[in-house]
């Protein structure tokens, strides 16, 4: 009885400490991504030129986006794929460019790189800087959609979208609520 008993929480601790490892490996793997995306970032003449952060990256830094209140500064990839996102926020091609004119949509995960946007207030500052320089952008809205039914307006519309999974704290991931957050442009491009 005793050594099943022992048996039985040295099973229940390797349990234990696999998924702790699993768990850990996301946020891991995130932020060692954007160590190398920050190295892309600066060898690619902030964004005009394409630099793979690893030699088998099928991902390349776009844009670098700071929250200055929150400290949170981020390269922002070419890719919003799934794949993509594990890495770091991806620019939706079908969007305007980062740092231009129209409305640009970012997209990262509720638990790494975007799990800040619930700390997000009406009116922070979010600079976006691409190949043609940096945009200021001001929070605006903050609201939760079902992604099988919103579409954001496109046309006329200069402004960020910062996109991710909603709830924050969920244990299951999908569903489709998104947390979306709106801020507009308030500059035109600066070389900065």
């Known amino acids: 009885m005793r050594r099943a008993t022992t048996f039985g929480i040295i099973v229940l601790l390797a349990l234990a400490a696999?998924?702790?490892a699993s768990a850990s490996w996301i946020h891991a793997k995130a932020l060692l991504a954007q160590l190398l995306l920050q190295r892309a970032w600066n060898e690619s003449?902030?964004?005009l030129h394409t630099i793979k952060p690893w030699?088998?990256?099928?991902?390349?830094?776009?844009?670098?986006?700071?929250?200055?209140?929150?400290?949170?500064?981020f390269i922002v990839l070419d890719d919003d794929s799934g794949q993509a996102l594990a890495f770091g926020p991806g620019w939706t091609p079908t969007s305007a460019i980062p740092g231009t004119r129209g409305l640009s949509v970012i997209s990262a995960h509720r638990d790494t790189q975007f799990a800040f946007l619930r700390r997000l207030r009406r009116g922070d500052a979010?600079?976006?800087?691409?190949?043609?320089?940096?945009?200021?952008?001001?929070?605006?809205?903050m609201q939760v959609v079902d992604s099988r039914h919103f579409?954001?307006?496109?046309?006329?519309?200069?402004a960020l979208l910062l996109v991710t999974c909603y709830p924050f704290d969920a244990i299951v991931p999908g569903g489709p609520l998104r947390y979306v957050v709106e801020a507009r442009a308030q500059q035109s491009l600066a070389i900065r």
Do not use: N, Q, S
């Open 55 to 73: 030699p088998w990256a099928d991902i390349a830094p776009i844009a670098r986006m700071r929250v200055p209140r929150l400290g949170k500064d």
């Open 18 to 20: 696999a998924m702790t």
């Open 126 to 141: 979010i600079d976006v800087t691409a190949a043609r320089g940096t945009r200021e952008y001001r929070v605006t809205t």
């Open 151 to 158: 579409r954001p307006a496109t046309h006329g519309f200069d």
């Open 45 to 47: 003449g902030r964004g």
